[in-house]
């Protein structure tokens, strides 16, 4: 991408060029491995791809660094593909339009794939050098990450050789992580009966949009506004006022389980003569939700018209009582704030995703806590819910959490690196209430000691996604220093 042939360093956004020209959704990154494993085969790397489908690339070490211990980089190869409603984007096949706006590389209408591109990017132009002086270096490139971490989940023991592991996968120059949230998908699922209109009946729309989103975990907190939780509260409200003259049609929300929901749309068919009152109830509605989300979400917008298309059945007065107040009942957001990490989350759930048509319904909530107790509590409380509503539940994708621990050598060696060339302290030592591949990785590899770092990225999985230029090259400077300095083993 000719965009990114002025910045420095050039090896790193080379690569990440590549992976911008790349469709890499989660679950379809075979094309990206394939062009990454030719690559490292023709530089003479040593290349496997494990069942899972992960790349393993080796590099061996340099001249006088063969006693040091061995280096993996770990990062993932998909990435988030969120869009706003009106772009026509296929993430499947179009190249990601990104620009430069001041300090920053952005994609304005779409997720830039920074998280984890940027990570692979800075592991790939680590392995291309060839004036680094570095111990023995694997690179592991996961899949899947996304959308439940079956790479990681799916690598087996015994693949990989080094001892000490740095994952490129968190958003904040100047901060070491150590620790993360482990998880769990809870996945609803429903049938309801359909019923045929009464006479009179018109179709209409109600769409809630405009809202920031961002990444489930490391945004929770912000208390932005979910899409889906506005809409039904919305539905339920005019349920409250109007009986069974409000007919529900169709629901959907939301597009990423580890994404705020952005937007949410429902179709509704009521008597034509209350379409001037369901209106006027609505725009108080606008009004009152931009008032709640003032200073958050300052774009939130509540619409209602007219519907094109005709629907001659709706879903049933019972079940969509029933429905509806189970989605308004269910949890999102921050549960605990951790007790032991001041200022982190330590419980959260995410109401990511549901669609409800042709007399089916399906609802994703992702939970997440620094306690493995946490996870599970919370997803059986949301299974309890569901449940009392005649849905069915099934959690999936259960990953642990990373617990920290501040004795490690590797962070205090970056510890070390960072104040000799950025900084007069140290870096702010954190916990991240994500789900990092690294916990699953330390469950299968106990041996590793891990340390995770990354650039600047904000709004990591929601259109306007954006990377920091010069904390990349940062990012870079620092890589290449710690593998350098790695001591030799005792």
């Known amino acids: 991408m000719p965009l990114l042939d002025q910045l420095e360093p050039a090896a790193v956004w080379r690569h990440f060029s ?9 679950k379809h990154e075979d094309a990206l491995r394939d062009t990454l494993r030719t690559w490292a085969d023709a530089r003479g790397f040593a290349t496997m791809v494990d069942r899972a489908g992960n790349l393993i690339i080796r590099k061996p070490a340099t001249a006088g ?10 990062g993932h190869l998909d990435m988030v593909c969120q869009k706003n409603h009106a772009t026509t984007h296929d993430f499947q096949r179009d190249p990601i339009q990104a620009e430069l706006q001041g300090d920053w590389l952005v994609a304005p209408n779409t997720t830039l794939g920074a998280d984890n591109g940027i ?40 693949l990989l050789q080094g001892s000490l592991m740095i994952n490129i996968d ?10 993360c949230a482990g998880g769990v998908d809870v996945n609803v699922s429903f049938r309801y009966t359909s019923e045929a209109l009464p006479s009179g009946f018109a179709n209409y729309e109600i769409d809630v949009g405009g809202l920031r989103g961002g990444h489930s975990g490391v945004d929770i907190h912000l208390e932005r506004g979910n899409a889906i939780k506005i809409l039904v509260r919305l539905l339920r409200s005019l349920e409250g006022r109007f009986g069974n003259d409000i007919r529900l049609v169709e629901l959907e929300g939301g597009s990423a389980r580890n994404a705020l929901a952005r937007e949410a749309r429902a179709r509704i068919a009521l008597p034509r003569e209350l379409a001037e009152r369901v209106a006027s109830r609505i725009e108080d509605f606008d009004v009152l939700v931009r008032g709640e989300l003032a200073g958050v979400d300052e774009g939130v917008s509540v619409r209602f018209g007219p519907e094109d298309g005709i629907a001659h059945s709706a879903m049933s007065g019972a079940d969509q009582r029933n429905i509806l107040a189970a989605l308004h009942a269910a949890p999102h957001g921050v549960r605990r704030m951790s007790q032991r990490v001041a200022g982190v989350v330590e419980t959260s759930n995410n109401l990511g995703v549901v669609k409800i048509s042709d007399g089916t319904g399906f609802a994703n909530l992702m939970v997440r806590s620094l306690l493995d107790s946490g996870v599970q509590a919370l997803a059986a409380e949301i299974e309890s819910l569901f449940s009392l509503a005649g849905a069915a539940v099934q959690t999936e994708g259960a990953y642990p959490g990373w617990a920290p621990n501040p004795d490690s050598d590797l962070l205090k060696l970056f510890q070390q690196v960072y104040q000799r060339g950025f900084a007069s302290g140290p870096a702010a030592v954190k916990v991240i209430h994500a789900g990092l591949e690294c916990g699953i990785l330390k469950s299968k590899y106990p041996q590793l000691d891990i340390v995770s770092f990354g650039p600047d990225i904000r709004g990591a999985h929601a259109p306007g996604e954006r990377v920091n230029i010069e904390s990349v090259a940062k990012c870079w400077k620092l890589l290449c220093a710690v593998v350098a300095a790695i001591p030799a083993e005792r």
């Open 119 to 158: 990570g692979v990017a800075l592991a790939l132009a680590l392995l291309e050098s060839t004036d680094l002086p570095h111990p023995p270096l694997e690179v592991l490139l996961t899949v899947d990450e996304e959308a439940g971490m079956g790479g990681a989940l799916g690598l087996e023991p015994g």
């Open 18 to 26: 590549t992976l911008l020209n790349t469709p890499r959704p989660s």
């Open 170 to 179: 968190t958003e904040e120059w100047g901060e070491f992580y150590l620790g």
């Open 65 to 74: 660094m063969e006693n040091r211990p061995g280096v993996i980089l770990q």
